[in-house]
C-alpha cells in the first residue's frame, strides 16, 4: 500500500488548504479507513480527522471541529482534508493512514494511531500569524 500527502504550504492566518492524501489502488480489495494526524516541531503526533469506509462515520479532533471537513472520493482514490481558518496553531507535519475496514456502513472511523496499519509520507502546512 502506497499513500501520497500533498497540498501543504505556506498560508497566513485565517487562510485555507485542502490536503489529498492519494492511495495506491491496492487498498481497493476491501475497504478501508483513512485518518489524518499531525505533528508539530517538538510535540507528538496527534490525531486530527478520519473518515469511515463507507463515508458515513467522520471523526474530528477537538482543535479541527468547525473548521476541517474529511470527505472521500474513491472513485480517484483519494481523501481530502479541507482545511479553513487556519491558525498558527495548525503548523505542523501532516501524515495521512489508513487500515482496512468493513462490516457495517455505521462502523466508527478510527482514532488512535496504533489503529492504522499503513502511514504516508508528510506534507508541512504552514501558517503565518
Known amino acids: 500500500v502506497q499513500l501520497q500527502a500533498s497540498g501543504g504550504g505556506l498560508v497566513q492566518a485565517g487562510g485555507s488548504l485542502r490536503l489529498s492524501c492519494l492511495h495506491s489502488k491496492s487498498t481497493l480489495s476491501s475497504g478501508y479507513a483513512v485518518g489524518w494526524f499531525r505533528q508539530a516541531p517538538g510535540k507528538e503526533r496527534e490525531f486530527v480527522s478520519s473518515?469511515?469506509?463507507?463515508?458515513?462515520?467522520?471523526r474530528y479532533a477537538d482543535s479541527a471541529k468547525g473548521r476541517f471537513t474529511i470527505s472521500r472520493d474513491d472513485a480517484k482514490n483519494t481523501v481530502y482534508l479541507q482545511m479553513n481558518s487556519l491558525e498558527p496553531e495548525d503548523t505542523a507535519d501532516y501524515y495521512c493512514?489508513?487500515?482496512?475496514?468493513?462490516?457495517?456502513?455505521?462502523?466508527?472511523?478510527?482514532?488512535?494511531?496504533?489503529?492504522?496499519?499503513?502511514w504516508g509520507q508528510g506534507t508541512q502546512v504552514t501558517v503565518s500569524s
Open positions: 473518515i469511515n469506509w463507507k463515508g458515513y462515520s467522520t
Open positions: 493512514a489508513v487500515v482496512r475496514q468493513g462490516g457495517s456502513w455505521r462502523v466508527i472511523a478510527p482514532t488512535m494511531e496504533d489503529e492504522y496499519r499503513y
